[in-house]
């Protein structure tokens, strides 16, 4: 089965085709990560939005392959970024409908653990740990478990403060990702930094965790409508307006 796997949680974006067949360790055929701007310069084309489905077209162009050939999709679900997510789901549900394929979505943290995994010490905690603004990170707390990741704890926005307070429970914890750095100074000497080169969710692993519920799968659009991304905290417009602005609502 050819899977065209995405991750937008974050700035960057990562797109791959993967060989995924039952059984077996899923094989990339090709992959792309772009990186776009917090703020593209006057005049430029920047976001997730400008670069879909362009870099799934690239990619395939690039296999000598048409849409028609990709059998499946995966896509990372977050947390992340509120507007890349929903751009990348929007995208990826859109293709899989257009072209009755399944589609499965994964945690981008998961995915970062996953990435990471080969980096660990054996039973160590991988905390990967993305940027969520505000002051906190998104954080994962994961074991490596054979090719794959389990949880150990749900995954959470936290601050310094309290990701400190929760790892404290988990010997061996190491933490790794692009919200490491931005939190550093709270968290170096505090938190074992993990040595990996993985700092967002790339495409390969979303489509090794969501491999198992695509191989031999078929298009189901009850699964693909409610398919949605995982914020793990309310958005800004549910904080405000937590009972809408419909009739009726609360203003």
Known sequence: MLVAALDTATLTLSCALVDVVAGASPRVRRERT??????????????????????????LDAEGLRLADVEGFAIGI???????????????????????RPIVGASSLAAMALAAAADA????????????????????????AGEAVEAVLPEAA???????????????AAAFGEGYATYAAALEGRLARLATAI?????????????????GASFDPQALFALEPH???????ELRFPKGLGPGADR
């Open 78 to 100: 977050g947390p992340g970024s509120f507007t890349g997510l929903r751009i990348g789901l929007a995208t990826w549900k859109g293709l899989a409908y257009a072209s009755r």
């Open 34 to 59: 772009e990186h776009a701007p917090a703020r593209p310069a006057a005049g430029a084309t920047g976001g997730h939005g400008a670069r879909l489905p362009g870099a799934l077209v690239a990619l």
């Open 231 to 237: 914020y793990v905290r309310p958005s800004e417009a």
């Open 158 to 172: 936290l601050s310094p403060a309290a990701l400190l307070e929760t790892v404290a429970a988990l010997p061996g």
């Open 121 to 144: 010490r054996p039973g160590e905690v991988l905390v990967p740990l993305l940027d969520a603004k505000k002051g906190e990170v998104y954080a994962g707390f994961y074991r490596a």
């Open 199 to 215: 700092v967002t969710p790339t495409a390969a692993a979303v489509a090794a965790i969501a491999a198992p519920r695509l191989a």
